[in-house]
Protein backbone atom coordinates (compact mmCIF):
# COMPACT_ATOMS: atom_id res chain seq x y z
CA UNK A 1 0.00 0.00 0.00
CA UNK A 2 1.14 3.39 -0.63
CA UNK A 3 0.75 6.13 2.08
CA UNK A 4 0.18 9.54 0.66
CA UNK A 5 1.68 12.63 1.95
CA UNK A 6 -0.51 15.97 1.89
CA UNK A 7 1.35 19.23 0.85
CA UNK A 8 -0.98 21.91 0.50
CA UNK A 9 -3.96 20.66 -1.31
CA UNK A 10 -2.12 18.35 -3.44
CA UNK A 11 -1.45 14.46 -2.66
CA UNK A 12 1.73 13.45 -3.04
CA UNK A 13 3.15 9.19 -3.33
CA UNK A 14 7.29 8.76 -2.53
CA UNK A 15 7.37 5.49 -4.48
CA UNK A 16 5.74 7.59 -7.68
CA UNK A 17 6.49 11.07 -7.00
CA UNK A 18 9.73 11.40 -9.57
CA UNK A 19 7.65 9.85 -12.26
CA UNK A 20 4.68 12.42 -11.52
CA UNK A 21 7.05 15.15 -11.36
CA UNK A 22 8.54 15.01 -14.71
CA UNK A 23 6.05 16.32 -17.92
CA UNK A 24 5.76 13.53 -20.24
CA UNK A 25 8.53 13.71 -23.07
CA UNK A 26 5.70 13.45 -25.77
CA UNK A 27 3.95 16.64 -24.29
CA UNK A 28 7.46 18.69 -24.71
CA UNK A 29 8.26 17.27 -27.98
CA UNK A 30 5.78 15.65 -30.86
CA UNK A 31 5.89 14.76 -34.39
CA UNK A 32 3.91 17.05 -36.66
CA UNK A 33 3.76 17.09 -40.70
CA UNK A 34 5.96 20.06 -40.37
CA UNK A 35 8.72 18.81 -37.99
CA UNK A 36 9.15 18.34 -34.28
CA UNK A 37 6.93 20.09 -32.41
CA UNK A 38 7.16 22.25 -28.89
CA UNK A 39 3.71 22.83 -27.65
CA UNK A 40 4.88 24.53 -24.66
CA UNK A 41 7.34 26.48 -26.46
CA UNK A 42 5.51 27.01 -30.08
CA UNK A 43 8.36 26.06 -31.65
CA UNK A 44 9.78 23.25 -34.42
CA UNK A 45 13.22 22.02 -34.76
CA UNK A 46 14.50 21.24 -38.52
CA UNK A 47 10.91 21.87 -39.52
CA UNK A 48 10.27 21.04 -43.50
CA UNK A 49 7.74 23.20 -44.28
CA UNK A 50 7.56 27.04 -43.21
CA UNK A 51 6.29 27.68 -39.60
CA UNK A 52 6.44 31.16 -36.95
CA UNK A 53 9.78 30.50 -35.30
CA UNK A 54 12.01 27.36 -36.18
CA UNK A 55 15.19 26.34 -34.54
CA UNK A 56 18.03 24.35 -36.81
CA UNK A 57 20.25 22.32 -36.30
CA UNK A 58 22.80 22.41 -39.24
CA UNK A 59 23.07 24.11 -42.82
CA UNK A 60 22.16 20.86 -45.09
CA UNK A 61 19.54 21.52 -47.25
CA UNK A 62 16.81 19.22 -45.70
CA UNK A 63 17.42 20.37 -41.83
CA UNK A 64 17.64 24.05 -43.23
CA UNK A 65 14.74 25.46 -45.05
CA UNK A 66 14.18 29.04 -46.20
CA UNK A 67 10.84 30.58 -45.50
CA UNK A 68 10.51 30.69 -41.68
CA UNK A 69 9.23 34.17 -40.19
CA UNK A 70 11.87 33.10 -36.95
CA UNK A 71 15.09 31.44 -36.64
CA UNK A 72 17.31 30.43 -34.12
CA UNK A 73 20.61 28.90 -35.11
CA UNK A 74 24.37 29.12 -34.64
CA UNK A 75 26.16 31.75 -36.46
CA UNK A 76 27.53 29.44 -38.89
CA UNK A 77 24.17 27.62 -39.66
CA UNK A 78 22.97 31.45 -40.33
CA UNK A 79 25.73 32.19 -42.54
CA UNK A 80 25.34 29.28 -44.01
CA UNK A 81 21.58 29.50 -44.73
CA UNK A 82 21.79 33.37 -46.33
CA UNK A 83 25.17 31.94 -48.57
CA UNK A 84 21.99 29.26 -49.70
CA UNK A 85 18.68 31.34 -49.78
CA UNK A 86 20.03 35.23 -49.79
CA UNK A 87 19.67 37.76 -46.88
CA UNK A 88 15.92 37.63 -46.91
CA UNK A 89 15.93 33.19 -45.84
CA UNK A 90 13.70 34.23 -43.26
CA UNK A 91 11.76 37.57 -41.35
CA UNK A 92 13.70 37.43 -38.54
CA UNK A 93 17.04 35.74 -37.24
CA UNK A 94 18.65 35.29 -33.91
CA UNK A 95 21.75 33.59 -32.98
CA UNK A 96 22.11 30.37 -30.54
CA UNK A 97 25.75 30.25 -28.88
CA UNK A 98 26.56 27.30 -27.44
CA UNK A 99 26.15 25.91 -24.40
CA UNK A 100 24.03 29.09 -23.46
CA UNK A 101 20.72 28.31 -22.17
CA UNK A 102 17.29 30.37 -23.14
CA UNK A 103 14.16 30.28 -22.40
CA UNK A 104 11.14 30.24 -25.30
CA UNK A 105 7.66 30.37 -23.26
CA UNK A 106 9.55 29.10 -20.09
CA UNK A 107 10.53 26.39 -21.84
CA UNK A 108 14.76 26.21 -21.52
CA UNK A 109 16.90 25.21 -24.92
CA UNK A 110 20.33 25.36 -25.19
CA UNK A 111 22.69 24.08 -28.13
CA UNK A 112 25.27 22.00 -28.63
CA UNK A 113 28.37 20.92 -31.13
CA UNK A 114 26.80 17.97 -33.10
CA UNK A 115 30.54 17.41 -35.26
CA UNK A 116 28.62 16.60 -38.15
CA UNK A 117 29.82 20.30 -40.19
CA UNK A 118 30.98 23.81 -39.56
CA UNK A 119 28.13 25.46 -36.91
CA UNK A 120 26.25 22.19 -36.04
CA UNK A 121 24.56 21.23 -33.11
CA UNK A 122 22.31 19.20 -30.90
CA UNK A 123 19.63 21.50 -29.43
CA UNK A 124 18.88 20.12 -25.83
CA UNK A 125 15.32 20.96 -24.67
CA UNK A 126 14.11 20.91 -21.02
CA UNK A 127 10.37 21.43 -19.13
CA UNK A 128 8.56 20.54 -16.13
CA UNK A 129 11.69 18.40 -15.55
CA UNK A 130 11.92 16.31 -18.40
CA UNK A 131 15.07 16.69 -20.72
CA UNK A 132 15.53 16.04 -24.73
CA UNK A 133 18.18 16.33 -27.00
CA UNK A 134 17.74 16.57 -30.46
CA UNK A 135 20.89 15.61 -31.77
CA UNK A 136 19.81 16.47 -35.66
CA UNK A 137 22.88 14.94 -37.52
CA UNK A 138 26.01 14.42 -35.78
CA UNK A 139 29.49 12.02 -35.95
CA UNK A 140 32.16 11.06 -33.34
CA UNK A 141 35.15 11.26 -35.70
CA UNK A 142 37.97 12.98 -36.54
CA UNK A 143 37.47 16.15 -38.38
CA UNK A 144 39.27 19.72 -38.82
CA UNK A 145 36.63 21.58 -39.94
CA UNK A 146 34.28 21.94 -36.77
CA UNK A 147 34.20 21.36 -33.49
CA UNK A 148 33.75 17.56 -32.08
CA UNK A 149 30.69 16.53 -30.78
CA UNK A 150 29.57 17.03 -27.14
CA UNK A 151 27.90 14.24 -24.86
CA UNK A 152 24.62 15.75 -23.13
CA UNK A 153 23.11 14.13 -20.29
CA UNK A 154 19.05 13.39 -21.14
CA UNK A 155 16.03 11.39 -20.69
CA UNK A 156 15.05 11.20 -23.94
CA UNK A 157 17.49 11.22 -26.73
CA UNK A 158 16.31 11.92 -30.61
CA UNK A 159 18.98 10.28 -33.24
CA UNK A 160 19.42 9.82 -37.27
CA UNK A 161 19.55 6.12 -37.81
CA UNK A 162 21.17 7.12 -41.49
CA UNK A 163 24.60 4.23 -40.79
CA UNK A 164 22.50 2.42 -38.25
CA UNK A 165 23.47 -1.35 -38.93
CA UNK A 166 26.11 -3.80 -37.19
CA UNK A 167 27.72 -4.00 -41.14
CA UNK A 168 28.74 -0.24 -41.12
CA UNK A 169 31.91 0.48 -39.14
CA UNK A 170 33.72 3.21 -40.91
CA UNK A 171 37.81 2.80 -40.52
CA UNK A 172 39.47 6.28 -40.08
CA UNK A 173 39.07 8.92 -42.46
CA UNK A 174 43.17 9.44 -42.36
CA UNK A 175 43.41 6.09 -43.57
CA UNK A 176 41.15 6.58 -46.46
CA UNK A 177 43.14 9.93 -47.72
CA UNK A 178 46.48 7.94 -47.53
CA UNK A 179 44.38 5.74 -50.36
CA UNK A 180 43.89 8.97 -51.89
CA UNK A 181 47.52 9.91 -51.94
CA UNK A 182 49.57 7.04 -52.62
CA UNK A 183 46.86 6.39 -55.42
CA UNK A 184 48.44 10.11 -56.43
CA UNK A 185 51.67 8.86 -56.18
CA UNK A 186 51.36 5.72 -58.18
CA UNK A 187 49.47 7.40 -60.96
CA UNK A 188 50.92 11.15 -61.82
CA UNK A 189 49.28 11.18 -65.07
CA UNK A 190 45.61 11.05 -64.46
CA UNK A 191 43.29 13.09 -62.57
CA UNK A 192 41.94 12.04 -59.17
CA UNK A 193 38.62 13.38 -59.12
CA UNK A 194 36.93 13.29 -55.69
CA UNK A 195 33.35 13.60 -55.51
CA UNK A 196 32.35 15.15 -52.03
CA UNK A 197 29.49 17.37 -51.23
CA UNK A 198 29.35 20.98 -51.27
CA UNK A 199 28.76 21.75 -47.62
CA UNK A 200 31.02 19.96 -45.08
CA UNK A 201 32.51 17.18 -46.58
CA UNK A 202 34.55 18.45 -49.59
CA UNK A 203 36.05 21.15 -46.63
CA UNK A 204 36.62 18.12 -44.26
CA UNK A 205 38.31 16.11 -47.29
CA UNK A 206 40.27 19.05 -48.37
CA UNK A 207 41.53 19.45 -44.71
CA UNK A 208 42.43 15.64 -43.93
CA UNK A 209 44.70 15.83 -46.95
CA UNK A 210 46.56 19.26 -45.45
CA UNK A 211 47.04 17.70 -42.37
CA UNK A 212 48.94 14.65 -44.50
CA UNK A 213 51.06 17.24 -45.70
CA UNK A 214 49.75 17.59 -49.49
CA UNK A 215 50.40 21.29 -49.92
CA UNK A 216 50.23 21.17 -53.85
CA UNK A 217 47.16 23.56 -55.59
CA UNK A 218 43.66 21.80 -55.13
CA UNK A 219 41.71 22.75 -57.45
CA UNK A 220 37.43 22.24 -57.16
CA UNK A 221 34.65 23.00 -58.75
CA UNK A 222 32.48 26.11 -58.94
CA UNK A 223 29.86 25.10 -56.68
CA UNK A 224 32.21 24.93 -53.58
CA UNK A 225 34.39 28.39 -53.68
CA UNK A 226 31.58 30.27 -51.47
CA UNK A 227 31.42 27.69 -49.05
CA UNK A 228 35.23 27.07 -49.21
CA UNK A 229 35.43 30.64 -48.75
CA UNK A 230 33.52 30.98 -45.66
CA UNK A 231 35.24 28.03 -43.99
CA UNK A 232 38.94 29.89 -44.39
CA UNK A 233 36.59 33.03 -42.92
CA UNK A 234 35.91 31.21 -39.94
CA UNK A 235 39.89 30.77 -39.78
CA UNK A 236 40.37 27.35 -41.57
CA UNK A 237 43.55 26.81 -43.31
CA UNK A 238 43.00 24.66 -46.87
CA UNK A 239 45.72 25.66 -48.33
CA UNK A 240 46.10 26.75 -52.07
CA UNK A 241 42.69 26.18 -53.53
CA UNK A 242 42.19 27.23 -57.89
CA UNK A 243 38.76 26.89 -59.51
CA UNK A 244 38.95 24.02 -62.30
CA UNK A 245 36.49 25.65 -63.70
CA UNK A 246 38.41 27.90 -66.51
CA UNK A 247 37.98 27.07 -69.66
CA UNK A 248 40.75 28.00 -70.97
CA UNK A 249 42.98 25.45 -69.08
CA UNK A 250 43.86 22.39 -71.23
CA UNK A 251 43.37 18.49 -70.11
CA UNK A 252 47.39 18.29 -69.42
CA UNK A 253 47.05 21.26 -67.09
CA UNK A 254 45.32 18.77 -64.41
CA UNK A 255 47.09 15.64 -64.86
CA UNK A 256 49.02 14.43 -61.51
CA UNK A 257 46.40 16.96 -59.63
CA UNK A 258 43.79 16.50 -57.01
CA UNK A 259 40.02 17.46 -58.22
CA UNK A 260 36.89 18.32 -55.37
CA UNK A 261 33.70 18.17 -56.97
CA UNK A 262 29.98 17.45 -56.30
CA UNK A 263 28.89 14.38 -56.88
CA UNK A 264 26.30 15.73 -59.23
CA UNK A 265 29.31 17.01 -61.51
CA UNK A 266 30.39 13.84 -62.15
CA UNK A 267 27.49 13.18 -65.17
CA UNK A 268 28.30 16.67 -66.43
CA UNK A 269 31.16 17.52 -69.05
CA UNK A 270 32.48 19.06 -66.46
CA UNK A 271 34.16 15.82 -65.10
CA UNK A 272 34.94 15.28 -68.99
CA UNK A 273 37.78 18.23 -68.88
CA UNK A 274 40.34 15.80 -66.81
CA UNK A 275 42.85 13.15 -68.43
CA UNK A 276 41.61 9.40 -68.13
CA UNK A 277 40.52 10.62 -64.37
CA UNK A 278 40.78 8.39 -61.12
CA UNK A 279 36.95 8.45 -59.95
CA UNK A 280 36.29 8.51 -56.39
CA UNK A 281 33.75 9.19 -54.03
CA UNK A 282 33.99 10.11 -49.93
CA UNK A 283 30.89 8.84 -48.24
CA UNK A 284 29.85 6.23 -45.83
CA UNK A 285 27.97 4.55 -48.52
CA UNK A 286 31.57 3.49 -50.07
CA UNK A 287 31.25 0.05 -47.50
CA UNK A 288 28.26 -1.21 -49.81
CA UNK A 289 30.12 -2.26 -52.72
CA UNK A 290 26.68 -2.29 -54.87
CA UNK A 291 27.07 1.75 -54.64
CA UNK A 292 30.65 1.77 -55.52
CA UNK A 293 29.46 -0.23 -58.66
CA UNK A 294 26.52 1.92 -59.41
CA UNK A 295 28.08 4.89 -59.65
CA UNK A 296 31.40 3.67 -61.12
CA UNK A 297 33.75 4.57 -58.49
CA UNK A 298 37.25 3.57 -59.03
CA UNK A 299 38.39 4.61 -55.57
CA UNK A 300 36.34 4.22 -52.91
CA UNK A 301 36.78 6.51 -49.82
CA UNK A 302 34.61 5.77 -46.54
CA UNK A 303 34.54 9.04 -45.07
CA UNK A 304 31.03 9.88 -43.32
CA UNK A 305 30.11 12.94 -42.17
CA UNK A 306 27.38 10.70 -39.59
CA UNK A 307 27.86 8.10 -37.12
CA UNK A 308 28.69 4.14 -37.41
CA UNK A 309 26.83 1.48 -35.82
CA UNK A 310 29.46 1.53 -32.64
CA UNK A 311 29.18 5.04 -32.21
CA UNK A 312 25.34 5.38 -32.24
CA UNK A 313 25.05 2.54 -29.77
CA UNK A 314 27.99 4.40 -27.62
CA UNK A 315 26.27 7.76 -27.96
CA UNK A 316 23.32 6.43 -26.58
CA UNK A 317 24.85 4.92 -23.67
CA UNK A 318 26.77 8.33 -23.19
CA UNK A 319 23.55 10.33 -22.80
CA UNK A 320 22.36 8.45 -20.04
CA UNK A 321 18.80 8.68 -21.77
CA UNK A 322 15.93 5.88 -20.43
CA UNK A 323 14.53 6.49 -24.16
CA UNK A 324 15.39 6.46 -27.90
CA UNK A 325 13.39 8.21 -30.71
CA UNK A 326 14.79 7.66 -34.21
CA UNK A 327 14.41 10.48 -36.80
CA UNK A 328 15.07 8.89 -39.77
CA UNK A 329 17.09 6.48 -41.85
CA UNK A 330 17.75 2.84 -40.65
CA UNK A 331 15.21 2.46 -38.05
CA UNK A 332 14.29 -1.35 -37.24
CA UNK A 333 17.96 -2.23 -35.64
CA UNK A 334 18.52 0.15 -33.46
CA UNK A 335 15.28 -0.49 -32.28
CA UNK A 336 15.73 -3.10 -31.69
CA UNK A 337 19.36 -3.15 -29.87
CA UNK A 338 17.21 -0.27 -27.46
CA UNK A 339 15.16 -3.29 -26.77
CA UNK A 340 17.67 -5.79 -25.86
CA UNK A 341 19.58 -2.90 -23.93
CA UNK A 342 16.50 -2.47 -21.30
CA UNK A 343 15.66 1.40 -23.42
CA UNK A 344 12.54 2.24 -24.25
CA UNK A 345 12.56 3.20 -28.34
CA UNK A 346 10.08 4.63 -31.25
CA UNK A 347 10.34 5.77 -34.83
CA UNK A 348 9.12 8.67 -35.52
CA UNK A 349 8.72 8.37 -39.08
CA UNK A 350 9.66 12.14 -39.94
CA UNK A 351 9.68 12.98 -43.72
CA UNK A 352 11.59 15.04 -45.67
CA UNK A 353 14.76 14.24 -44.67
CA UNK A 354 17.54 12.84 -47.14
CA UNK A 355 21.29 11.84 -46.63
CA UNK A 356 22.73 15.06 -48.00
CA UNK A 357 25.60 14.90 -46.45
CA UNK A 358 26.74 11.71 -47.75
Known sequence: MLYAKCVGNMLFYPEVTPYLAKMRASSLLQPR?????????????????????????????????????????????????????????????????????????EVRISFHPAGH????AQIAVEHGGTRIVASGDYKRSEDPTCLAFETVPCDVFISEATFALPVFRHPPARDEMRKLLDSVAQFPERTHLIGAYA??????????????????????????????DYYRERGLDLGQLLPATQDSAS???????????????????????????????????????????????????????????DELTQTIRETGASELWVTHGREEALLRWSELNGLKARPLHLVGYEDEAE
Not at 117 to 120: E, F, I, N, P, Q
Not at 251 to 278: E, L, M, T, Y
Request: aromatic fraction near 8%; include cysteine.
Open 33 to 105: PEGLYCPPGDFFIDPVRPVKRALITHGHSDHARSGHAHVMATRETLDIMRLRYGEDFASQTQEARLGETLAIN
Open 117 to 120: VLGS
Open 199 to 228: LGKAQRVIALIRKLGYDEPIFIHGALIRLC
Open 251 to 309: KSDFAGKIVVGPPSAFADRWARRFPDPVTAFASGWMRVRQRVRQRGVELPLIISDHCDW
